[in-house]
């Protein structure tokens, strides 16, 4: 009786101490999580183009809105310029913005701009193209002589510069009244030699896949080799043409009786070769044999 309750409080020892041993050695496995490591796509930027004229005409709206000679005001004269271009609003090339009736200042397009504002004005057109932006116009496209006062409530100011006072078309809301302009870092400037370029977002073209040919042509060898010579090679002729002489006037023919000459002017054909015959023998007055009597 005692052995049996030893052996079972041996087993009962034992079981305990292999829970123990598997609890303690029971580990917790996790799964990684991935990291995500997409990078956004950036958009093309919008491509405008812009000619020589173009150029002129941005420092001209810069010359005749601002003091003439305050950098700061001629930046912020050109950033209402591309704000409008950009808009969609208006006209869709820097001429067509600047010349549009009742808008900028009267005479701007053909008034004497004079020389020596000429080295800035260039500058600050040069940083407007590149993408440079007064800082505080932001997205105005308005601006009125500084100091003069009006009664709306959606004139929202925002920067004054080179005498002037720019605002932004706002309800009360605070939500833009007018299209929104294009970010300066979505804008892209192309200069072309002559203005009819149609203005579109900047599209790379597609390319086509290669055509996926064998750089090297398969190799046959041939235990016999047959040398064939192109059709175009030298053709030799299978005769070539002897000249013969030309034929003589006048040709001996027929047997002649004796005394008696005759002549026919029948000629010798074209492959005959004469050969001269000796002169006969004559004995006293007659003939030898049958030799007939021809004239030295």
Do not use: W
Request: hydrophobic share 35%; proline share 11%.
């Amino acid at each position: 009786m005692r052995a049996q309750r030893k052996f079972g409080a041996c087993l009962s020892g034992l079981l305990v101490v292999g829970l123990a041993a598997t609890g303690c050695t029971t580990t917790q496995k996790t799964t990684p999580t991935p990291s995500n490591t997409t990078k956004p796509i950036r958009g093309a930027k919008v491509t405008y183009n812009y000619t020589t004229k173009d150029k002129d005409c941005l420092e001209r709206a810069m010359y005749f809105e601002s003091e003439r000679s305050d950098p700061s005001g001629y930046m912020a004269v050109g950033t209402v310029v591309m704000n409008r271009l950009t808009s969609g609003a208006y006209p869709p090339t820097i001429c067509g913005v600047v010349a549009q009736e009742k808008q900028f200042a009267p005479g701007v397009m053909t008034r004497e701009v004079k020389d020596q504002a000429k080295p800035d004005l260039e500058v600050a057109a040069s940083k407007i193209l590149r993408g440079e932006r007064h800082p505080q116009v932001k997205d105005a496209m308005f601006f009125h002589t500084e100091g003069l006062r009006f009664p709306y409530d959606n004139m929202h100011y925002v920067a004054y510069a080179g005498g002037n006072a720019f605002y932004e078309k706002r309800g009360r809301d605070g939500e833009l009244q007018t299209p929104a302009p294009l970010p300066a870092y979505e804008v892209a400037m192309n200069y072309v030699p002559a203005q009819g370029a149609p203005q579109s977002p900047f599209v790379l073209p597609e390319t086509q896949p290669a055509s996926m040919t064998s750089a090297v042509a398969a190799f046959t060898p041939v235990s016999n080799p047959t040398v064939t010579m192109p059709q175009s090679a030298v053709v030799i002729p299978t005769a070539v043409p002897i000249p013969t002489p030309a034929p003589t006037d006048m040709a001996i023919s027929g047997p002649l009786s004796s005394g008696e000459t005759t002549y026919t002017n029948t000629p010798m054909p074209a492959s005959t070769v004469v050969i001269p015959q000796p002169r006969p023998e004559f004995e006293g007055n007659t003939p030898a044999g049958n030799a007939l009597r021809v004239r030295g």
